[in-house]
């Protein structure tokens, strides 16, 4: 699977977040339903998790980190403490690393317990 940011804004779209098959179909459009998940105001970075959920880092008014789970609705679970999150990923041992481009900084978060 592979996750693709279109931000919108530029090309007068609604911001949203698009997860491709393999076969380069789409298969989920994420962040425009409020019923679920957070709408996403400014998408940046953005990857998948090794059970399918999409990370998104959205630097619009809220500065924060969406997780949209494979099955379910979407949530924050970065909220505080980010100005302009630009980019991110997932490290071994179950920590998210968020790029925090204001504050000219790495973030780390725990985002799974690591793995024994």
Not at 27 to 33: D, F, K, W
Not at 83 to 108: F, N, W, Y
Not at 109 to 116: G, R
């Given at each position: ?85 630009r980019g991110l990923t997932l490290l071994p041992e179950g920590q998210l690393a968020v790029s925090d481009s204001m504050h000219h900084c790495i973030k780390i978060y725990q985002y799974k317990a690591p793995q024994d």
């Amino acid at each position: 699977m592979m996750a693709v940011s279109e931000r919108g804004n530029e090309t007068g779209r609604v911001p949203c977040i698009k997860v491709l098959e393999p076969g380069w179909n789409t298969v989920r459009v994420l962040g425009v339903c409020a019923g679920l998940g957070p709408v996403l105001v400014c998408p940046w970075g953005i990857c998948i998790d090794k059970d399918g959920s999409v990370l998104v880092a959205d630097w619009g008014e809220d500065h924060r980190v969406l997780l949209y789970p494979a099955q379910g609705a979407g949530r924050a679970i970065v909220t505080q403490g980010l100005s302009s999150p630009r980019g991110l990923t997932l490290l071994p041992e179950g920590q998210l690393a968020v790029s925090d481009s204001m504050h000219h900084c790495i973030k780390i978060y725990q985002y799974k317990a690591p793995q024994d």
